[in-house]
């Protein structure tokens, strides 16, 4: 027993447990105990009743916000690495289409996502858009950020031994860009939940979509309010389940040699 | 050694050499310089007086404002050539973060095209030469100043140049592990018929590593003089414990205060 409490994972894992367990507990006790009804603030057994209930329904909803926002997010990054290529090849480049991704970034996408729907036609594409424009900016600007912060001396040892444009970007500057691009990927998976989720209120309203954005509405609609609170769960727990899915890959690619990724040294 | 084919033409001769900066600074008054095959030449001389100027201009990092640096009686190109190889080493070790020590030592073999199992061998033998052998699997995060520094000299020995130049290599690093690192290179150097111009400040470095030492002065950078240490080699530490080794140090010293009233310093 001593020895599982001195291990580090016992902390990190079950530490939060405990204090989510102890949480759920008074939040149910507190209920009952004033006899909050269901519809005003639903207790966690409510909510866990709703969602084995609408298991069928809200799995489908899942299945169709994870699709767009794994596309969203994968055209981002691809997009996005792209551009930040694009604007490390000339000074050019970049000062003249900086703005234009800046533009993009400050207009609030839930005032272009109706706009966005009305002139796509297919859903799923007009979502996909929706999200892709607010989770491509930090893979853009991080990945910019990290090809241009190359070691100085490095840069020189390349030079003196004539390596090419290729070698140089392959074996010099995309390495060093990584954590940056690492770090940018962990905001924007986040980023494209939350546009997935923004581009779903704003279609669910037109009533075509089917994600669990439509499916927190549709809820409300019906003051089915354990049945929002179970949707919502499942957004958090695809959005912390993303955000683990990043650091995982970071704390892979960047643990043997990046601060970032370093384990504390004791 | 190719003592025969080199003993005709020097290994550098800088004629009438000069440097003026960008900005209209007169780094180098015209310079004459030849450097023979096998010497271990160092520049020394208080700051501003343009020896890491002056080591630039021979490793073809900058060019002379007028006059020209010959490389084994030839221009540049002629550099690279089977017997006429040069490395470089820089203040500080600019490894990879990223890479393995191995991978590290490798990459001027990389550049080179040399194949797989040839250079695994060289970097064996190179890693081993700095007596860091078992390191070739570690990152250099996970190694010491020193080692690192050691790491730097492993990857210039690797492509067996025959002008090995560093900018003070060892200025970062405490004394005693400078001591160490000098006693190597001294080792290194002087088996193989290698040619070092090397750059530092220090008085006991330059005396205990060359057998040529030029004083240099500053306001214009130039060469004050030159001082040859008359000691056979291989040197080891009891030549710095010795009766003529402070002797040396004493009239470097003398001839160093005098360059540098002779630059204006303070």
Redesign the interface.
């Known amino acids: 027993m001593r020895r599982l409490i001195r291990h580090p994972w016992f902390w990190r894992i079950a530490a939060p447990i405990l204090v989510g367990a102890l949480i759920l507990c008074v939040w149910e006790g507190a209920c009952r105990f004033w006899h909050v009804p269901a519809y005003l603030f639903p207790r966690p057994t409510q909510i866990w009743r709703a969602l084995i209930v609408g298991w069928p329904v809200l799995l489908t909803a899942l299945g169709s916000t994870l699709r767009v926002t794994l596309m969203a997010f994968a055209a981002a990054v691809v997009l996005g690495a792209l551009i930040a290529f694009l604007f490390v090849q000339s000074r050019v480049i970049e000062l003249s289409l900086l703005p234009y991704v800046v533009l993009l970034q400050v207009t609030p996408i839930v005032a272009v996502a109706p706009l966005i729907i009305i002139l796509v036609k297919d859903t799923q594409a007009s979502l996909t858009l929706c999200a892709t424009v607010i989770a491509i900016f930090p893979i853009i600007s991080n990945t910019t950020i990290g090809l241009r912060s190359v070691?100085p001396?490095?840069a020189?040892?390349f030079r003196?031994?004539?390596?090419g444009r290729w070698?140089t970007l392959w074996?010099?500057r995309i390495?060093?860009a990584?954590p940056f691009f690492l770090a940018g990927l962990r905001i924007s998976s986040g980023l494209a939940l939350v546009g997935a989720v923004v581009a779903e209120f704003v279609a669910g309203a037109g009533g075509r979509g089917a994600g669990l954005a439509y499916e927190i509405l549709q809820a409300s609609y019906q003051l089915d309010i354990p049945r929002m609170f179970a949707a919502l769960g499942l957004i958090t727990v695809t959005g912390l389940m993303l955000f683990a899915l990043m650091s995982a890959l970071q704390q892979a690619l960047l643990g043997?040699?990046?601060e970032s990724a370093?384990r504390e040294e004791r | 050694m190719n003592a025969p084919l080199q003993a005709a033409s020097p290994v550098i001769e800088v004629r009438s050499a000069d440097k003026v900066f960008a900005n209209g600074v007169r780094g180098l008054a015209p310079i004459e310089l030849r450097i023979e095959p096998g010497e271990f030449v160092t520049l020394i001389g208080p700051s501003g007086c343009g020896k890491s100027t002056l080591l630039k201009l021979i490793a073809n990092l900058i060019e002379p404002t007028s006059g020209t640096v010959k490389w084994w009686g030839g221009d540049f190109s002629r550099v690279g050539a089977a017997d006429r190889r040069l490395a470089f080493v820089f203040q500080d070790p600019t490894l990879m973060p990223w890479a393995k020590v191995d991978a590290n030592v490798r990459l001027p073999l990389d550049f080179a095209g040399v194949g797989r199992a040839e250079a695994s061998a060289r970097v064996a033998a190179a890693l081993d030469q700095v007596g860091l052998g078992e390191a070739a699997g570690r990152y250099p995060r996970q190694l010491s100043g020193g080692m690192r520094m050691r790491i730097s000299i492993a990857r210039a020995l690797v492509t067996e140049p025959d002008l090995l130049l560093m900018d003070e290599p060892f200025g970062a690093l405490d004394e005693f592990t400078r001591d160490r690192l000098d006693e190597d290179l001294v080792r290194l150097s002087s088996g193989r018929g290698l040619t070092n111009v090397f750059v530092t400040h220090s008085i006991y470095e330059a005396v205990f590593l060359s057998s040529r030492i030029v004083i240099m002065a500053a306001n214009p950078g130039r060469v004050f003089g030159e001082f040859p240490v008359d000691a056979p080699y291989p040197r080891d530490a009891a030549f710095r414990g010795s009766e003529a080794f402070a002797a040396l140090c004493r009239s470097l010293s003398g001839r160093l205060a005098d360059a540098s009233r002779a630059g204006g310093a303070a």
Do not use: I, Q
């Open positions: 070691d001396g490095l020189a040892y003196m031994n004539k390596a070698t074996r010099l390495p060093g990584l043997h040699w990046h370093m």
